[in-house]
């Protein structure tokens, strides 16, 4: 065993929470909320959830992820078994399980549960174990996948209460980077849709603008029409963008951008679930060829959000900049510090250069 090995081998929970916190991981499934709370009691966790349901029928980078990265799962699974959870279990839909996912069952030799199996008998199976459901949109929801694959109904509760972390697989990924290569959050997966020419998987720096998004997919802001609205999220769970066209810039918890005509998005607005946009059936997703593989996007300039979800406004507190307009600053430089009132986390550079603008809610770079 190496040094970096031996290191990493005798981190206590302490450390592990510190690092999660310092790399600035948010819950990158769409929640936004700071991953270090969720591993801030690991003494009351025996198990680690992964959801790889992906259910939007537009996203590919978390099944990318793994099926391109099982040695970095694998030996992060091996880590937190060796120290912290008595099981890891992935759940994901039996259709993704030959194209996706077959490598990393072979990597880990884990349980497999196909769906006539579930749900999966904790009392006898531990380690990493592989359960398949029914392609069901809402098993994508953390507590329909545990109740699902387990048995477990932790509802209206968190699942840490009951034992349980439950991670979105880019965010577990964005934790494995931190611990074993000390690698902060500085890019994101985003899947851009709609109204567009093309379907794209990009692979691009925290703080994008939506104009260099959006061109990616053959569409230029400026001709936007009056009656087409911007939405953050996939097809199933989406919302409309707070911010100005102008101002936005790609957001740690952002995996998909929609444009989309008002009148389906009006059409979409679930009256039970607060800022839900569902316009999976409003919709034909497959009309386009879809890019399956991420391509890397490097902007001029990024607007780097101090808050990745402006809904926990209050529960979460804003980054605090600690740098000024006119500063040189370098790509993973920490930019912004976590706010000492609350929950918060700190904001790296995604790009090399210069600070142009610093403001309540961004920081702007330019290279």
């Not at 270090?36 to 996203?59: A, C, G, H, R, T």
């Not at 398949?132 to 994508?140: A, E, G, K, L, P």
């Not at 953050?232 to 790609?250: D, I, V």
Request: aromatic residues 8%.
């Amino acid at each position: 065993m190496d040094e970096l090995s031996k290191s990493i081998q005798n981190l206590s929970e302490g450390d592990v929470t510190q690092i999660i916190r310092s790399a600035g991981i948010v819950g990158a499934g769409g929640a936004g909320f700071p991953t270090y709370k969720k591993w801030s009691n690991l003494e009351d966790v025996d198990n680690l959830l992964i959801n790889l349901q992906e259910s939007e029928p537009i996203f590919y980078s978390d099944k990318n992820l793994v099926s391109s990265n099982p040695e970095s799962f694998q030996k992060f699974f091996q880590w937190v078994l060796d120290n912290f959870f008595e099981s890891v279990v992935i759940g994901s839909k039996e259709k993704y399980r030959d194209e996706w996912i077959k490598k990393l069952e072979q990597l880990t030799d884990g349980s497999i549960y196909l769906h006539d199996d579930l749900p999966i008998d904790l009392e006898e199976d531990s380690g990493v174990i592989f359960g398949y459901t029914h392609d069901v949109y809402d098993f994508s929801r953390d507590f329909s996948l545990l109740r699902v694959l387990t048995g477990v109904d932790v509802y209206p509760n968190l699942p840490t209460e009951h034992g349980w972390i439950t991670q979105n697989t880019e965010t577990v990924y964005n934790i494995y980077k931190a611990i074993f290569e000390g690698k902060p959050v500085t890019e994101k997966f985003v899947h851009i849709n709609g109204n567009t020419p093309m379907h794209r998987c990009l692979k691009a720096p925290i703080g994008t603008p939506t104009k260099d998004l959006l061109k990616e997919a053959g569409v230029e802001t400026e001709a936007l029409k009056q009656d087409q609205i911007l939405l953050e999220g996939g097809p199933g769970w989406c919302s409309a963008l707070e911010n100005k066209l102008a101002e936005y810039g790609l957001s740690k918890r952002t995996n998909g951008l929609l444009v989309m005509d008002r009148k389906i998005v009006e059409e979409g607005r679930a009256k039970n679930e607060e800022n839900r946009i569902n316009i999976l059936d409003k919709y034909e997703w497959s009309k386009k060829n879809h890019e399956k593989q991420p391509e890397n996007i490097q902007p001029d300039i990024v607007r780097i959000p101090l808050l990745s979800n402006p809904h926990y406004r209050g529960k979460v507190q804003s980054s605090q900049p600690i740098v000024d307009s006119g500063d040189r600053v370098e790509k993973e430089q920490v930019i912004a510090i976590p706010n000492s009132n609350g929950i918060s986390i700190p904001q790296h550079a995604s790009i090399d250069g210069v600070v142009e603008e610093v403001t309540s809610s961004h920081i702007t770079i330019e290279k």
